[in-house]
């Protein structure tokens, strides 16, 4: 393995375990990596707003040097307090997918920073916003995404559901967006360039290292672009099975069993 300058993780299903939660193994592992002077950072779907909120919450702040939000569409550096943003889709292409869908058993949600816009607000949407930092605020979306762009629009479902809403997504084709999964009830559209992939490469211009002096975790199907960009890229034992064939190891435990803590002690810090 090249020597490592840098470290990205995915959130939830890698970096978190099951109750959104950093272990003790993960905070001592990426504190041990800022006292080598390798950068280390998250690169989520979710705003760099909420992250950022977040980060004492999880007692890892000091440890963070960036954060990749929006699948690779934002990323921003947490010492420089420097943010950019990257190919926004168009309202107009947004709602065309709302339109789509419409018909369908699904909630719409657009993000904004950290507010969390939608067509409609129920208490499972709201603890789900919660969770994440957000603050959801139910709006007539075709008014709001009017001479609007946004960084993605979100499809949120039952998670029996999703297997429909996945069939659906098979029929929509347009070359100014695409659409992924990116948990067993949420399906989001971004501009075709935007992946996690992109944001590493940003990430790496950026802070003026290699991607092969990179190594980044996932678990899911939204990670695969970033776990074949890097130098090493490691996917969970909890992963899917599209992000476990491009990785370069798939490890030996699961997000709740600190993958990420094991793999940097044993491969990268050397203990």
Request: proline share 2%.
């Amino acid at each position: 393995m090249h020597t490592v300058t840098l470290v990205a993780t995915d959130l939830d299903g890698t970096f978190l375990n099951s109750q959104k939660q950093v272990s003790d193994l993960n905070r001592e592992a990426i504190s041990a990596l800022k006292h080598k002077g390798i950068l280390f950072g998250i690169a989520s779907g979710r705003p760099v707003e909420t992250v950022h909120a977040m980060l004492n919450q999880w007692g890892i702040q000091d440890s963070v040097s960036f954060i990749m939000g929006m699948n690779g569409g934002v990323i921003y550096d947490i010492r420089r307090r420097t943010k950019e943003e990257y190919h926004l889709l168009d309202g107009k292409v947004v709602l065309d997918i709302i339109h789509f869908y419409q018909d369908m058993d699904v909630i719409f949600h657009v993000l904004v920073g950290d507010i969390r816009y939608t067509s409609k607000s129920t208490p499972e949407t709201r603890a789900h916003a919660k969770l994440f930092g957000e603050t959801e605020i139910e709006i007539d979306l075709e008014s709001f995404l009017q001479d609007r762009a946004v960084n993605k629009l979100i499809i949120y479902s039952d998670p029996a559901y999703q297997p429909k809403v996945i069939e659906r997504s098979k029929s929509f084709r347009r070359y100014d967006c695409i659409g992924f999964s990116t948990a067993n009830n949420l399906f989001e559209y971004c501009d075709p360039v935007i992946n996690k992939g992109y944001g590493i490469e940003k990430l790496c211009k950026h802070f003026g290292v290699n991607l092969e002096n990179c190594v980044a975790f996932g678990d899911e199907a939204n990670d695969i672009q970033m776990l074949e960009k890097v130098g090493m890229g490691v996917c969970m034992k909890n992963g899917c099975d599209a992000a476990k064939a491009v990785a370069n190891v798939v490890s030996e435990y699961t997000n709740d069993e600190s993958a990420l803590g094991h793999f940097l002690k044993e491969h990268v810090l050397n203990d």
